[in-house]
């Protein structure tokens, strides 16, 4: 494993995401939504450096790989917070494809969202899928398997305070 982005990295993208925020909304008042779980760093470290009213809820999308069809994304309205006539400020680790930041966002669009503005820590180059860009993506990367700092690897590794990429011969081809 080696790092692409240090801790400090990491705390300077998210304070100009927050600057990004600040210019965005002002006073406004606000619905952030973090998708879960990998935006739960992002989610409370953003969170400490606004200062304007808030909500903050979270959302939770899972893919089931159907037979023939791509794997699709089902979004849990369990968790989803009430978002009617509300701005919303929706957070991601990682836009990859951008199917998972669509599909949520016509989610949040149905239960009423006034307008919904994207952030995203960490943006793929040329991968994307979806015809969705975010409003804000604090890091182009390159194309590699990125862990740390809320992303996963096989559900672990979230803890790690920077981002790490995993190289070849950490990546096992599953169990
Ligand atoms: P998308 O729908 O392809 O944009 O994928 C977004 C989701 O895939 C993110 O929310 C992550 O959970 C996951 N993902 C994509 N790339 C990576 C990666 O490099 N490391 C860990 N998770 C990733
Ligand atoms: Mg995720």
Not at 84 to 92: K, P, T
Not at 151 to 166: A, C, S, T
Request: hydrophobic share 40%.
């Amino acid at each position: 494993m080696r790092v692409l982005l240090s801790q400090n990295d990491v705390r300077q993208g998210v304070e100009r995401m927050a600057k990004f925020v600040e210019d965005r909304f002002g006073d406004s008042p606000i619905t952030i939504v973090g998708v879960m779980t990998g935006s739960v760093m992002l989610l409370a470290d953003l969170i400490r450096l606004l200062k304007m009213p808030m909500r903050v809820g979270v959302v939770q999308a899972s893919s089931y790989r159907g037979e023939t069809t791509r794997s699709e994304l089902v979004v849990n309205s369990d968790l989803t917070p009430d978002v009617a006539g509300r701005e919303v400020l929706l957070l991601d680790d990682i836009f990859d494809t951008g199917h998972t930041l669509m599909a949520i966002v016509e989610h949040l669009r149905r239960k009423g969202a006034r307008s919904i503005c994207t952030a995203v820590l960490l943006r793929k180059a040329e991968r994307k899928e979806a015809p969705i860009e975010p409003d804000f993506a604090a890091f182009d990367i390159p194309n590699e398997f990125v862990i740390g700092y809320g992303l996963d690897y096989r559900d672990e590794h979230r803890n790690l305070p920077f981002i790490g990429v995993l190289e070849e011969n950490d990546l096992g081809s599953g169990e």
